[in-house]
């Protein structure tokens, strides 16, 4: 499981069995059986710094681009994917911990334009 605290809340997320088993191999490897323990400490900031040097690198340039940024992009990415759906929505407020899909739809940045446009009832209609 990744252990990841908010300001408020301590999320815990599930690890697909194959990643678990990886895991497990590098643990034993370094010989150590105790899973909670912390292999490398990575800090934010640490993160976010290594990012902007591969953007640097990718040639990206004068662009916010944080461990954030792939967390909003991400979502945007799955509600695109998956028809613009409610049920993509509510799925992600899960996964982000939100306390509403309207704050998702906040954090999303998904306009009232946007929402509007997927009820256009023209395009129902084939003429």
Known sequence: MVRNGGY?????HPLQPEL??????VYTKIGSSNLNEVIIPLHIRTINKQIKLYA??????GKRI????????FG???????NY????????????????VGITRIYLS???EE????????????Y
Not at 20 to 25: A, D, N
Not at 56 to 61: M, N, V, Y
Not at 76 to 82: C, D, F, Q
């Open 56 to 61: 640097a690198k990718a040639g990206i340039r």
């Open 66 to 73: 944080s461990s954030h940024t792939f967390r909003k992009t």
């Open 110 to 112: 998904i306009t009232k």
């Open 8 to 12: 408020h809340h301590r999320i815990i």
């Open 85 to 100: 759906s409610e049920g993509s929505l509510v799925k992600l407020s899960q996964l982000f911990n939100h306390s509403s």
């Open 76 to 82: 945007r990415e799955v509600w695109r994917r998956n």
């Open 20 to 25: 678990v088993e990886t895991i497990q191999k």
């Open 115 to 126: 929402v509007d446009d997927l009820y256009n009832l023209q395009d129902l209609f084939v």
